[in-house]
């Protein structure tokens, strides 16, 4: 079968730009697909690395941004984005269009099945990913241009309904983990397919992208998991919806051999490792770091970790096996607000941690949160405070947002500050920016947001964090990045002048 596998727009709808990160959900599908002999394409829809990166921007230009992205997935928007995707469409002619779901996105995957179903009705659309597993019954309901929704992990469930769509049989209640409309147009949701128990059954995840390489020169960022889940459960995170809090690993060698695989084929020596919790289980890193130390394989990489998750030993391995970078989530500055949300760290490590960092050399990026139910400006000083302590060489702020599956958007939901009947279609999660806090009023939130992120920007664009920058962004290897970091050093500027 030709299946096309499409990470919907968002970004590139709102006008913000994102560099090409590999999805590696879609990547990892195409890879299964492609090697029980179906031909499997992916086309990222949500790149764009010309347009203005979010954290250049102030709270009023999110908003309009929203404002664009509620506008170009109605039914009027004649954006050339649309097109795009028929042209693939029609050109790749595709048996089976699957589409993943993150929340944010759900406005355009119900708008990318619509345009499908009008180009060619024969077309099975899929969707799959944590949106459409949350809410497949209500999908299924009302969308009427969507056939099937893979719950959960997807690869083994997506090859099932290919080989069923394949032969023509239309017999879906055995395949585990498949949602669909029955003969009646009831809504049938199978058993529950259990996680695949050994993951380096999986092949590497395949770059076989479909999109338009005139349009921009993509220097793609490479991707990389080594494991899937987490064993704990932030209030504010949806990882587990799909992963179940069971964390399983790819062995050191199957991991290792994808990187000599990457080594071979790209000119990229950057990689990032998006797990979890890249440093939870240390024997599995030791074996890991020992590998690639002992095979010489010459690559640079970063991880995001939890603070309680490391030690000096770990650094020191890490870091004679590539490490340059780690992000860390440190959230909130406030100890009453990490335990509110169900944070296991403890605030008098992170100092230890990222005095450790710079004894190692290795930089370090900073995750922060506001508007945590409950919070107050005092503990948004304190957020503040713990950043200009430990002085991370990037921060990364966002607001928070009560994703469907969590525990906060249960709490949300129970005060009534979301609508339940909306949220399938995405009406909850169309701002990037609303006060959950139940404590500090709109304005002053906003205020605060605005502030919090201009903080951010001067630590970012502070010139000792963007010399540091240098290796990260491996110029000798892509030159092309030095033109992308010049152009992004004039849109700092010109922000900063204009909020100063
Ligand atoms: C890497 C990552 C990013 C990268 C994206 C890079 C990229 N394009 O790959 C960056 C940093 C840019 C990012 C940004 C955001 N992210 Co993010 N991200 C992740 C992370 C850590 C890994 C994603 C991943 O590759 N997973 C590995 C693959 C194998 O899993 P998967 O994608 O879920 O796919 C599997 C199944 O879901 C299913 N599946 C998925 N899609 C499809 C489609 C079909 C057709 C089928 C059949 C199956 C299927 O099968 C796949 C294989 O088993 C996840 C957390 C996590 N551990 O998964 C959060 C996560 C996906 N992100 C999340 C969010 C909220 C965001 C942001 C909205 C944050 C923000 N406020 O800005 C933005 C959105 C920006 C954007 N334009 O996409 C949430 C989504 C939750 C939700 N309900 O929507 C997650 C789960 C994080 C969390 N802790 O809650 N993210
Ligand atoms: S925020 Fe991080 S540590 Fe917390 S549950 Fe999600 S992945 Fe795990």
Same mark, same amino acid.
């Given at each position: ?170 017999? !879906? ?42 349009? !921009? ?284």
């Amino acid at each position: 079968m030709k299946i096309l596998l499409i990470d919907p727009p968002y970004n590139s709808l709102r006008r913000i730009g994102t560099s090409l990160n590999y999805p590696l959900g879609l990547a990892s599908i195409a890879a299964f697909l492609n090697k029980h002999g179906h031909q499997a394409l992916y086309l990222s829809m949500d790149v764009d690395p010309r347009l203005p990166a979010a954290n250049t921007l102030s709270y009023r230009d999110m908003t309009s941004r929203d404002d664009l992205f509620i506008r170009e997935t109605g039914s009027e928007s004649t954006n050339p984005i649309w097109d795009n995707l028929a042209d693939a469409v029609k050109c790749f002619r595709p048996q089976i269009v699957g589409i993943s779901t993150i929340s944010v996105k759900i406005r355009s995957v119900l708008k990318l099945s619509e345009i499908i179903k009008q180009i060619d009705s024969g077309i099975s659309v899929v969707l799959g990913g944590h949106h459409s597993q949350i809410f497949a019954k209500e999908l299924l309901d009302n969308a009427s241009a969507v056939d099937f929704i893979v719950m959960g992990e997807g690869e083994e469930t997506a090859l099932e309904l290919a080989e069923e769509l394949g032969r023509g049989s239309k017999r !879906f209640d055995s395949i585990r983990g498949l949602a669909f409309r029955e003969g009646s147009g009831k809504v049938k949701i199978n058993e529950a397919r259990p996680l695949i128990k050994d993951l380096d059954i999986l092949p590497p995840p395949e770059h076989c992208h479909y999109y338009d390489r005139g349009r !921009f020169i993509p220097v793609p960022k490479i991707s990389i998991m080594s494991s899937r889940g987490c064993p704990y459960s932030c209030h504010y995170c949806a990882t587990n919806n799909i992963w179940r809090m069971s964390v399983r690993w790819r062995s050191p060698e199957n991991v290792a051999a994808e990187i000599k695989g990457i080594l071979a084929n790209q000119k990229e020596k950057y990689l990032s490792f998006y797990d979890d919790c890249f440093t939870l289980d240390k024997a599995w890193l030791l074996k890991f770091c020992e590998i690639i130390i002992k095979e010489k394989i010459r690559i640079n990489w970063q991880c995001i970790t939890s603070l309680n998750l490391m030690e000096e030993e770990i650094f020191s391995h890490i870091v004679k096996a590539g490490c340059i970078k780690v992000n860390f989530a440190i959230e909130s500055g406030s100890q009453r607000i990490l335990e509110s949300a169900n944070k296991r760290i403890r605030l008098d490590n992170v100092k230890k941690i990222f005095t450790l960092a710079k004894k190692y050399k290795i930089s370090t990026a900073a995750y922060i949160m506001l508007g945590f139910p409950g919070e107050t400006e005092e503990d948004i000083r304190l957020t503040q405070a713990i950043i200009r302590e430990v002085k991370p060489n990037w921060v990364y702020c966002s607001i928070l947002m009560p994703l469907p599956g969590t525990k906060y958007y249960e709490i949300c939901l129970k005060d009534k500050l979301l609508d339940p009947e909306s949220a399938w279609r995405g009406e909850t999660l169309k701002r990037t920016i609303m006060n959950f806090t139940g404590t500090i009023g709109d304005q002053r939130f906003f205020e605060l947001v605005d502030e919090t992120f201009y903080f951010c920007y001067k630590i970012n664009t502070n010139w000792i964090n963007l010399i540091k920058r240098m290796p990260v962004r491996n110029y000798l290897v892509n030159p092309l990045n030095i033109l992308k970091d010049v152009r992004r050093t004039f849109e700092y500027i010109k922000n900063r002048q204009h909020r100063e």
